[in-house]
């Protein structure tokens, strides 16, 4: 189980840093959300590097899963971004949604490892209060009068 934990985390990661290290490639080089972005990275792998430290899984398990977070804190230390960062947006550079793309991203990680906790949860509540318009009854499936 601690095993497929850390390589769900580690997959999130993965999507994560291909969009960062495609942002970087274009307006978002130069935004603070992207350097952000790359700093909350770096700490999430070492947390999930200690985590790792301090699980009894099996050796070899182990070292695959060290080596993967060694490959993407490597890969996000690679991320290049501006010395001189500002919010692009504000610049008026950055026309791109309403939010900090580059600062979304992270949310991908959350989207990969927990997707199914928050739509579950969702769903189980709309069913719960599906009310008959006709008699004010509560039903998991309303009924037909």
Same mark, same amino acid.
Do not use: S
């Given at each position: 189980? $601690? =095993? =497929? !934990?850390? *390589?769900?985390?580690?997959? #999130? !990661? /993965?999507v994560v840093l291909a969009t960062l290290q495609a942002f970087s490639k274009d307006i978002c080089r130069r935004c603070i959300g992207l350097s952000g972005a790359q700093t909350k990275v770096i700490k999430g792998l070492k947390k999930l590097r200690m985590d790792l430290d301090k699980t009894s899984i099996l050796e070899n /398990?182990? *070292?695959? %899963?060290?080596?993967?977070?060694?490959t993407c804190e490597n890969t $996000?230390? $690679?991320i290049e971004t501006e010395e001189e960062c500002e919010c692009q947006k504000t610049a008026g550079n950055c *026309? %791109? #949604?309403? #939010?900090?793309?580059a600062l979304g991203a992270l949310e991908l990680v959350k989207e990969i490892t927990e997707p199914l906790l928050k739509t579950e949860k969702e769903e189980i509540s709309k069913v719960a209060k599906l009310v008959c318009e006709k008699c #004010? $009854?509560?039903?998991a499936v309303p009924v037909v009068h």
């Open positions: 189980m $601690a =095993t =497929t !934990y850390f *390589k769900n985390q580690l997959r #999130g !990661y /993965d /398990d182990k *070292k695959e %899963i060290m080596v993967h977070i060694d $996000a230390n $690679a *026309k %791109i #949604g309403p #939010g900090c793309l #004010g $009854a509560e039903e």
